[in-house]
């Protein structure tokens, strides 16, 4: 199951039912299946505190994710900061904002497959994992 989720800000215009079947397609790609996914939309104060609280970390991001994975069965919670996809979308995305909160969604899913994106060229490859899922859904 995926929840969607709000903390302090307005639900983002997504559709829930497109959304949901595009991330079980992603994942099974990757021979996983969803178990319990929540996402959790907030403010960068909210993302920054939870950084701080669990992670020891002092700055802003635009996803946190929390891997309760089991084998295949993906489970996971997933801070969004939308503040930071809005300020991201304008940078890095030509201002396309429903492409940079669907590359953020799917970001914290190719985490909880395995993929990584610290260390060298491991950023390429999470790119490129993203890329390839955001061409599975017209956005």
Known sequence: MITYQTEGVDMPDIQKRKTTAWIKAVAASY???????????CSDEKILEVNRRYLQHD????????DYCEGNLLSGDLFISLD?????????????????????????????CGINDKGPGKRKIME???????????I
Not at 31 to 41: Q, V
Not at 129 to 135: P, S, T, V
């Open 128 to 138: 490129e994992a993203e890329n390839k899922a955001l061409g599975l859904m017209a």
């Open 31 to 41: 021979g996983k299946k969803i178990n319990e996914i929540a996402y959790i939309f």
């Open 84 to 112: 930071t996809v809005r300020t991201n979308a304008d940078r890095f995305a030509g201002g396309d904002y429903r492409r940079e909160l669907h590359r953020v969604i799917i970001h914290g899913i190719l985490h909880l």
């Open 59 to 66: 700055y802003y991001t635009d996803i946190i994710t929390f």
